[in-house]
């Protein structure tokens, strides 16, 4: 971590004053060129505004040396035996776990000896450690590296700031589900009725043929839900707000391990307060849990190959399973962390063995995870991959003959947080960018900062993320482009750069004015994030879910029509029209209500007398 001393026998440092004032003309240029974007008569001349910004950002910010918990020349790990021997019964567990379940999917044995084999490699590999590594004290956890420095802030008032926060983003993420979303949407719907089969008894699968297939993990947690509070879709709905504070505290942890307190806060505000994670967290979509396993994936990866601690590379690959049983935008994942780890390879060449057998470790341990998904997979490759094989953008690009295709998306996805967003009600007040134009001007010159310091790893890390998550929009079809669905991977990602500005200016304010005045430059932090903050809560609520088209996305009329027919006598004949039928809503909502089709050449009139109330709708 950075490990500064600063002297106090003058008021300020010119240099580092000039670098300070540089990083502030930068970053208000950003956002300057960011709130007047659509006034500007080319796009080349916002282009090179932003990179102007960014450049002088990114030259005039003070770079961080990251510590690396590995010895220079790594021999052996302490409680390598013990992990050895642990690591072996989970093997044996998981290969009968596998041989089990290739049988019968819904084995109880199965199933048990596989989670037991998940137990057994964490305990195994808990406390193996590099010999020359101390082991984490238990105030590291919380907060994560936390370290002395005249940078950082007292741990009661960030402990605090951070439960306040928390509470936030649980406020924004539960408060009257009947305003946003107004109604069940038909792909909702199917979750809440996949989770009642759950509670119902039907076998366990690791991936369903709902919705065009997807990972039934999270119908799973909703049928948890439903044996608690009952099927209900508040519940529904406060399961996806559940997993979306969870994101928040997670990508807490993960700033907190790169940068210093109030940067880590900021950050982690302005993701509490994203429009863009607000909506997915009231809407009841298995895409939720995406930014969660990557955040999860990407801090304990990091850890890992940056400490040598074994039990990192198991939780990250228990994470990386984790991300396969989420949303199928998490497949193109790989790509970022086979990145991330031949980049490693290069940073560890004196340790290269070392680094292939804790990746080695990494990959063993996704592989135990998936074992269920994967038997499915395996046996069942027509399901899993229905809807890549629909969705991915070869169909198009044979259609026309050329890579046209292609660079639209990478126009499209490139361009969503600046200028135009996803399209889709359902998913974004239609058009509006995908983030405030605060975090999007920062976010910008915040990926030229890291591209300027590539070689230090918690900036690569940045662009093995991208690699990880942007090709799930560019390889899908152009239909609906961009999708805010398909990149929601994308989303922590902008907070992270957005935070490593944030320290970069916090850094150089304490250091050019050697300590002095830091209630003000963090009384600038606080004015930004109040402001993006707003910004995008206000548009939220406001503009996004007031907006008639995307109230009608929710099926406004289908769920009304529940509503209705659960208040109704249960002795009245209920003729529907054929419009309504099966729609998911009324099934949910209605609790699988008994009704005719209606056929007005049968049944108006009614061909004869009729002694229970009817009822046409």
């Given at each position: 971590?950075?490990?500064?001393?600063?002297?106090?026998?003058?008021?300020?440092?010119?240099?580092?004053?000039?670098?300070?004032?540089?990083?502030?003309?930068?970053?208000?240029?950003?956002?300057?060129?960011?709130?007047?974007?659509?006034?500007?008569?080319?796009?080349?001349?916002?282009?090179?505004?932003?990179?102007?910004?960014?450049?002088?950002?990114?030259?005039?910010?003070?770079?961080?040396?990251?510590?690396?918990?590995?010895?220079?020349?790594?021999?052996?790990?302490?409680?390598?035996?013990?992990?050895?021997?642990?690591?072996?019964?989970?093997?044996?567990?998981?290969?009968?776990?596998?041989?089990?379940?290739?049988?019968?999917?819904?084995?109880?044995?199965?199933?048990?000896?596989?989670?037991?084999?998940?137990?057994?490699?964490?305990?195994?590999?808990?406390?193996?450690?590099?010999?020359?590594a101390q082991e984490d004290p238990v105030w590291r956890w919380f907060p994560p590296a936390s370290y002395p420095s005249r940078f950082d802030i007292s741990r009661n008032l960030e402990i605090l700031i951070l439960v306040l926060i928390i509470a936030g983003a649980l406020a924004l993420r539960v408060w009257d589900f009947s305003l946003f979303p107004n109604g069940l949407q038909s792909d909702e719907g199917n979750n809440g009725i996949d989770a009642l089969k759950w509670i119902s008894g039907a076998p366990y699968?690791?991936?369903?043929?709902?919705?065009?297939?997807?990972?039934?993990?999270?119908?799973?947690?909703?049928?948890?839900?439903?044996?608690?509070?009952?099927?209900?879709?508040?519940?529904?709905?406060?399961?996806?707000?559940?997993?979306?504070?969870?994101?928040?505290?997670?990508?807490?942890?993960?700033?907190?391990?790169?940068?210093?307190?109030?940067?880590?806060?900021?950050?982690?505000?302005?993701?509490?307060?994203?429009?863009?994670?607000?909506?997915?967290?009231?809407?009841?979509?298995?895409?939720?849990?995406?930014?969660?396993?990557?955040?999860?994936?990407?801090?304990?990866?990091?850890?890992?190959?940056?400490?040598?601690?074994?039990?990192?590379?198991?939780?990250?690959?228990?994470?990386?399973?984790?991300?396969?049983?989420?949303?199928?935008?998490?497949?193109?994942?790989?790509?970022?962390?086979?990145?991330?780890?031949?980049?490693?390879?290069?940073?560890?060449?004196?340790?290269?063995?070392?680094?292939?057998?804790?990746?080695?470790?990494?990959?063993?341990?996704?592989?135990?995870?998936?074992?269920?998904?994967?038997?499915?997979?395996?046996?069942?490759?027509?399901?899993?991959?229905?809807?890549?094989?629909?969705?991915?953008?070869?169909?198009?690009?044979?259609?026309?003959?050329?890579?046209?295709?292609?660079?639209?998306?990478?126009?499209?996805?490139?361009?969503?947080?600046?200028?135009?967003?996803?399209?889709?009600?359902?998913?974004?007040?239609?058009?509006?960018?995908?983030?405030?134009?605060?975090?999007?001007?920062?976010?910008?010159?915040?990926?030229?900062?890291?591209?300027?310091?590539?070689?230090?790893?918690?900036?690569?890390?940045?662009?093995?993320?991208?690699?990880?998550?942007?090709?799930?929009?560019?390889?899908?079809?152009?239909?609906?482009?961009?999708?805010?669905?398909?990149?929601?991977?994308?989303?922590?990602?902008?907070?992270?750069?957005?935070?490593?500005?944030?320290?970069?200016?916090?850094?150089?304010?304490?250091?050019?004015?050697?300590?002095?005045?830091?209630?003000?430059?963090?009384?600038?932090?606080?004015?930004?994030?109040?402001?993006?903050?707003?910004?995008?809560?206000?548009?939220?609520?406001?503009?996004?879910?007031?907006?008639?088209?995307?109230?009608?996305?929710?099926?406004?009329?289908?769920?009304?029509?529940?509503?209705?027919?659960?208040?109704?006598?249960?002795?009245?004949?209920?003729?529907?029209?054929?419009?309504?039928?099966?729609?998911?809503?009324?099934?949910?909502?209605?609790?699988?209500?008994?009704?005719?089709?209606?056929?007005?050449?049968?049944?108006?009139?009614?061909?004869?007398?009729?002694?229970?109330?009817?009822?046409?709708?």
């Amino acid at each position: 971590m950075d490990q500064e001393v600063l002297p106090d026998k003058v008021m300020f440092d010119r240099r580092g004053l000039l670098a300070w004032a540089l990083l502030l003309a930068a970053g208000s240029l950003a956002i300057w060129t960011q709130l007047r974007i659509n006034t500007f008569p080319a796009a080349t001349t916002t282009g090179l505004l932003f990179l102007a910004a960014g450049l002088i950002f990114a030259f005039a910010a003070p770079g961080i040396q990251e510590k690396m918990g590995w010895p220079t020349r790594l021999r052996r790990w302490e409680g390598a035996r013990p992990a050895q021997i642990g690591g072996g019964l989970a093997l044996l567990l998981a290969l009968v776990a596998t041989y089990l379940l290739w049988d019968d999917l819904s084995s109880r044995w199965g199933l048990l000896l596989w989670l037991a084999a998940v137990v057994a490699l964490l305990v195994s590999f808990w406390s193996a450690r590099p010999v020359a590594a101390q082991e984490d004290p238990v105030w590291r956890w919380f907060p994560p590296a936390s370290y002395p420095s005249r940078f950082d802030i007292s741990r009661n008032l960030e402990i605090l700031i951070l439960v306040l926060i928390i509470a936030g983003a649980l406020a924004l993420r539960v408060w009257d589900f009947s305003l946003f979303p107004n109604g069940l949407q038909s792909d909702e719907g199917n979750n809440g009725i996949d989770a009642l089969k759950w509670i119902s008894g039907a076998p366990y699968t690791p991936y369903s043929e709902s919705n065009e297939g997807q990972a039934s993990l999270f119908t799973y947690l909703i049928a948890l839900g439903f044996s608690f509070f009952g099927p209900t879709l508040e519940v529904m709905r406060s399961v996806s707000a559940l997993v979306g504070v969870a994101t928040v505290i997670a990508f807490y942890f993960l700033v907190r391990d790169h940068y210093t307190a109030p940067a880590a806060l900021a950050g982690t505000a302005l993701l509490a307060f994203s429009r863009w994670h607000i909506t997915f967290s009231r809407i009841i979509y298995e895409l939720i849990l995406t930014p969660l396993a990557l955040v999860l994936l990407f801090y304990f990866l990091h850890k890992a190959l940056r400490d040598g601690r074994l039990r990192d590379f198991v939780l990250a690959g228990l994470a990386l399973a984790f991300g396969f049983n989420t949303y199928t935008g998490f497949r193109t994942a790989p790509i970022g962390v086979g990145l991330l780890l031949l980049y490693w390879l290069i940073v560890r060449r004196k340790e290269v063995a070392a680094v292939i057998g804790g990746s080695f470790l990494f990959v063993g341990s996704a592989l135990i995870g998936l074992i269920p998904l994967a038997v499915y997979a395996i046996q069942r490759p027509n399901v899993v991959f229905l809807r890549t094989s629909r969705l991915n953008i070869l169909g198009e690009i044979d259609a026309v003959g050329s890579l046209q295709p292609l660079w639209t998306n990478l126009r499209n996805y490139l361009l969503m947080y600046n200028l135009r967003g996803d399209p889709v009600t359902i998913n974004n007040l239609p058009g509006a960018p995908a983030v405030a134009a605060i975090v999007g001007g920062l976010g910008l010159i915040g990926l030229v900062y890291a591209l300027r310091h590539i070689n230090q790893p918690r900036f690569f890390l940045a662009i093995a993320w991208i690699a990880a998550t942007l090709p799930a929009g560019i390889l899908s079809v152009t239909l609906e482009s961009p999708s805010s669905r398909r990149v929601i991977g994308m989303l922590p990602l902008v907070f992270l750069l957005v935070t490593a500005v944030i320290d970069a200016f916090w850094r150089s304010s304490v250091r050019a004015w050697h300590g002095r005045a830091r209630w003000l430059w963090g009384g600038v932090i606080v004015g930004l994030v109040a402001s993006a903050g707003y910004a995008d809560v206000d548009m939220f609520f406001t503009r996004q879910a007031t907006a008639e088209s995307v109230q009608m996305a929710f099926s406004p009329v289908e769920s009304s029509i529940a509503r209705y027919m659960t208040g109704l006598d249960k002795e009245a004949v209920l003729y529907v029209n054929q419009g309504f039928r099966n729609h998911s809503a009324i099934q949910f909502i209605a609790h699988n209500p008994e009704y005719r089709v209606l056929d007005t050449s049968l049944h108006l009139p009614l061909p004869e007398p009729q002694d229970k109330p009817v009822i046409y709708i």
